[in-house]
T-cell receptor
Framework: GESVGLHLPTLSVQEGDNSIINCAYSNSASDYFIWYKQESGKGPQFIIDIRSNMDKRQGQRVTVLLNKTVKHLSLQIAATQPGDSAVYFCAEPFAGGTSYGKLTFGQGTILTVHP | NAGVTQTPKFQVLKTGQSMTLQCAQDMNHEYMSWYRQDPGMGLRLIHYSVGAGITDQGEVPNGYNVSRSTTEDFPLRLLSAAPSQTSVYFC???????????FGNGTRLTVT
């Protein structure tokens, strides 16, 4: 079936480095993607989203890139800080058409930032 | 704004007991949904609602009931708890299908 998944389960970086978290999707009709951050004991927190009519979107210290040709998106975090340590998910919340659909999350990538 | 509020934060049930997980949002969002998060399984959709009076099943609806009598509230009912329902439950809401979901902080449920 259609899926949204992640390439790497864990990522360790040094404080101040840039981090890149990758995500692949299989539904070519997907038109909206969201990145979430989840800290231990908390619910997923919205980071940034992107629609399929865009290739790139920037937020505060974060950039999401969308490559529709290879069905891949990435989250770049600039100057990673220890507070960025968390699990990061890409998600496609409204799979297909106009129906609510099922929320499709990958397993998540665990980002660990070392001081 | 409080966002999405879930109660209780923790709950322990015995097999066969029933309970209701509460979810309320103050953002006037039409879309609300319930997910469960299990280790190694990611987030899975249980039930969802696209507006007051409208609910539908998600990926894993068995053993759960929902109702949506108001825009603000979307309770999740466990009719007869089973150990397989031990999980962390998240409620979420969104403005539209092309808007981000906002999540509560979850209810950690243990069924013994």
């Amino acid at each position: 079936g259609e899926s949204v998944g992640l390439h790497l389960p864990t990522l360790s970086v040094q404080e101040g480095d840039n981090s890149i978290i990758n995500c692949a999707y299989s539904n070519s009709a997907s038109d909206y993607f969201i990145w979430y951050k989840q800290e231990s004991g908390k619910g997923p927190q919205f980071i940034i989203d992107i629609r399929s009519n865009m290739d790139k979107r920037q937020g505060q210290r974060v950039t999401v890139l969308l490559n529709k040709t290879v069905k891949h998106l990435s989250l770049q975090i600039a100057a990673t800080q220890p507070g960025d340590s968390a699990v990061y998910f890409c998600a496609e919340p409204f799979a297909g058409g106009t129906s609510y659909g099922k929320l499709t999350f990958g397993q998540g990538t665990i980002l660990t930032v070392h001081p | 704004n409080a966002g999405v509020t879930q109660t209780p934060k923790f709950q322990v049930l015995k097999t066969g007991q029933s309970m209701t997980l509460q979810c309320a949002q103050d953002m006037n969002h039409e879309y609300m949904s319930w997910y469960r998060q299990d280790p190694g399984m990611g987030l899975r959709l249980i039930h969802y609602s696209v507006g007051a009076g409208i609910t539908d099943q998600g990926e894993v609806p068995n053993g759960y009931n929902v109702s949506r009598s108001t825009t603000e509230d979307f309770p999740l009912r466990l009719l007869s708890a089973a150990p397989s329902q031990t999980s962390v439950y998240f409620c979420a809401s969104s403005y539209s299908r092309k808007s981000p979901l906002h999540f509560g902080n979850g209810t950690r449920l243990t069924v013994t």
